[in-house]
């Protein structure tokens, strides 16, 4: 942290504070170059909770990178925007050793980052990252499914007190690099408009959480007890998705996965979901252990 000239302007790099979320917020309202990888409305909680650095020369905020950590040795990029006059070489060049000796100190070895942008997918490529895999993109037009599943669960809504369950059910069903946080499940649980959970043998077995903006729905986790797959679990929670979505009038449902991830593939085809063209890199970088 501390003071760096660029074209004869001081530059104050620092960590991110709460108070900086309005011109966060202003930044990336106006800025071209952004990337955001939770949902806007979060945004400020992050930046409580959050890893993150700034810099700042006299006219305001030039860019920033904000990190969630994903324990027990993952880091992963959040947000980033830089202001449009300046250039993504000093931008990464200012800020990136700063996050890199952050996480170095927190005991984290990996950086990562997940992203379609060019103009930060690029950059980090230059400086030490590598692409580890491809996320694929899947959508669904509005139409009711034609095919319905066993229904081997009770499903209902998710509540808070569900949390310690859901976030263990998490840490089974994912590898480390994509367990969600028990801040952002959380959020979820506060905020989104299908969260729900499936019961069996009296405990919760798998969960689905979607988000909806206007009229586009995206599914943003679909998660099984590994001990209860290939029972029809997943089906029968991808059909709830469904009709919760329909139902508030959505037309178009997305989704995410691995393009490696072929047995999820077909479940999502057989419920009316096609490939797109998009193809999102999974970036990391090793960093070497704070001494």
Same mark, same amino acid.
């Given at each position: 942290?501390?003071?760096?000239t660029i074209?004869h302007?001081?530059?104050?790099?620092?960590?991110?504070?709460?108070?900086?979320?309005?011109?966060?917020?202003?930044?990336?309202d106006?800025?071209?170059?952004?990337?955001?990888?939770?949902?806007?409305?979060?945004?400020?909680?992050?930046?409580?909770?959050?890893?993150?650095?700034?810099?700042?020369?006299?006219?305001?905020?030039?860019?920033?990178?904000?990190?969630?950590?994903?324990?027990?040795?993952?880091?992963v990029?959040?947000?980033?925007?830089?202001?449009?006059?300046?250039?993504?070489?000093?931008?990464?060049?200012?800020?990136?050793?700063?996050?890199?000796?952050?996480?170095?100190l927190?005991?984290?070895?990996?950086?990562?980052?997940?992203?379609?942008?060019?103009?930060?997918?690029?950059?980090?490529?230059?400086?030490?990252?590598e692409?580890?895999?491809?996320?694929?993109?899947?959508?669904?037009?509005?139409?009711?499914?034609?095919?319905? *599943?066993a229904?081997?669960?009770?499903?209902?809504t +998710?509540h #808070?007190?569900?949390?310690?369950?859901?976030? /263990? @059910?998490d &840490?089974?069903?994912?590898?480390?690099?994509?367990?969600?946080?028990?801040g952002?499940?959380?959020?979820?649980?506060?905020?989104?408009v299908?969260?729900?959970?499936?019961?069996?043998?009296?405990?919760?077995?798998?969960?689905?959480w979607?988000?909806?903006?206007?009229?586009h729905?995206?599914?943003?986790r679909?998660?099984?007890? *590994?001990?209860?797959?290939?029972?029809?679990?997943g +089906?029968? #929670?991808?059909?709830?998705?469904?009709?919760? /979505? @329909?139902? &508030?009038?959505?037309?178009?449902?997305?989704?995410?996965?691995q393009?490696?991830?072929?047995?999820?593939?077909?479940?999502?085809?057989?419920?009316?979901?096609?490939?797109?063209d998009?193809?999102?890199?999974?970036?990391g970088?090793e960093?070497?252990?704070?001494?």
């Amino acid at each position: 942290m501390g003071a760096i000239t660029i074209n004869h302007q001081t530059t104050i790099i620092r960590p991110i504070v709460a108070a900086d979320i309005q011109a966060i917020e202003k930044m990336m309202d106006s800025a071209r170059r952004v990337h955001l990888r939770i949902p806007r409305v979060s945004l400020k909680a992050k930046v409580k909770t959050s890893t993150g650095f700034l810099a700042e020369d006299g006219v305001g905020l030039r860019g920033f990178i904000m990190l969630e950590p994903q324990p027990p040795d993952t880091t992963v990029i959040i947000a980033a925007a830089l202001r449009d006059t300046w250039g993504i070489r000093p931008y990464l060049d200012s800020l990136l050793p700063e996050i890199e000796q952050d996480a170095q100190l927190q005991g984290l070895t990996t950086l990562a980052h997940i992203g379609y942008e060019d103009w930060l997918n690029e950059g980090l490529l230059e400086r030490g990252f590598e692409i580890r895999e491809w996320i694929v993109n899947f959508e669904r037009l509005g139409a009711w499914p034609h095919t319905i *599943p066993a229904m081997p669960a009770v499903v209902r809504t +998710a509540h #808070l007190h569900d949390l310690p369950a859901i976030l /263990t @059910l998490d &840490r089974l069903a994912f590898d480390q690099f994509w367990r969600k946080s028990a801040g952002s499940l959380s959020e979820a649980l506060a905020r989104a408009v299908s969260f729900v959970v499936a019961e069996m043998e009296g405990q919760i077995v798998g969960y689905e959480w979607c988000e909806i903006y206007r009229q586009h729905a995206h599914l943003v986790r679909l998660a099984v007890h *590994p001990h209860y797959q290939r029972r029809g679990l997943g +089906a029968q #929670l991808l059909y709830q998705a469904i009709l919760d /979505t @329909l139902s &508030r009038g959505v037309n178009l449902i997305t989704l995410n996965t691995q393009e490696s991830n072929h047995r999820s593939h077909a479940l999502y085809q057989r419920f009316g979901f096609a490939q797109t063209d998009q193809r999102i890199p999974v970036l990391g970088k090793e960093l070497k252990p704070s001494r």
